[in-house]
T-cell receptor
Framework: KAGVTQTPRYLIKTRGQQVTLSCSPISGHRSVSWYQQTPGQGLQFLFEYFSETQRNKGNFPGRFSGRQFSNSRSEMNVSTLELGDSALYLC??????????????FGPGTRLTVL | DQQVKQNSPSLSVQEGRISILNCDYTNSMFDYFLWYKKYPAEGPTFLISISSIKDKNEDGRFTVFLNKSAKHLSLHIVPSQPGDSAVYFCAARHDRGSTLGRLYFGRGTQLTVWP
């Protein structure tokens, strides 16, 4: 079974631009979560989507948004980029069955550099 | 508010010996704990998990111990191998309220296994 895929793997943008990152979950997984990893803050939760609905959101400004499509693929968008948005953006998928012992599997990440 | 803490940023162990990575948490609602391994520029790879109803879970060379009263868990790797050298993240979650399904991560411990 193919793992979580993320595109693009690397991205360079300038301040003020916007960016869209894509994530394809493991086949059959219906939940997609996004995390930001920076050296200073570690792994920070951005948001989670399940069945095209955002169920959970972390403490990030409104410039960070996302969506999920009917095939469970997800995109996240960052508008008006700032230097501090430079980070590794990770997508994780899980089944989201009723059991709380649901494991999230991560993709390779998208390395975003804002100049 | 760091609800999951890994107080040792680094650990160095000789090949063949035991590696013990520690993790503490503050939120008593956490009921599922996971360990991930991460190489630079890659996404975290799921290693092993444990539910709060257990105190031990084994998978090959990896064993996770959970002490709920102390809010402490540890990952034991026996025997350690050079290929185990990576950053290890402890994560926790609970399925209640507005943070449903969200993973809370520690800052990670860099494990180096030397020959």
């Amino acid at each position: 079974k193919a793992g979580v895929t993320q595109t693009p793997r690397y991205l360079i943008k300038t301040r003020g631009q916007q960016v869209t990152l894509s994530c394809s979950p493991i086949s059959g997984h219906r939940s997609v979560s996004w995390y930001q990893q920076t050296p200073g803050q570690g792994l920070q939760f951005l948001f989670e989507y399940f069945s095209e609905t955002q169920r959970n959101k972390g403490n990030f400004p409104g410039r960070f948004s996302g969506r999920q499509f009917s095939n469970s693929r997800s995109e996240m968008n960052v508008s008006t980029l700032e230097l501090g948005d430079s980070a590794l953006y990770l997508c994780a998928s899980s089944l989201r069955a009723t059991s709380s012992t649901d494991t999230q599997y991560f993709g390779p990440g998208t390395r975003l550099t804002v100049l | 508010d760091q609800q999951v803490k890994q107080n040792s940023p680094s650990l160095s162990v000789q090949e063949g010996r035991i590696s013990i990575l520690n993790c503490d948490y503050t939120n008593s609602m956490f009921d599922y704990f996971l360990w991930y391994k991460k190489y630079p520029a890659e996404g975290p790879t799921f290693l092993i998990s444990i539910s709060s109803i257990k105190d031990k879970n084994e998978d090959g060379r990896f064993t996770v111990f959970l002490n709920k009263s102390a809010k402490h868990l540890s990952l034991h790797i026996v025997p350690s191998q050079p290929g185990d050298s990576a950053v290890y993240f402890c994560a926790a979650r609970h399925d209640r309220g507005s943070t449903l399904g969200r993973l809370y991560f520690g800052r990670g411990t860099q494990l180096t296994v030397w020959p």
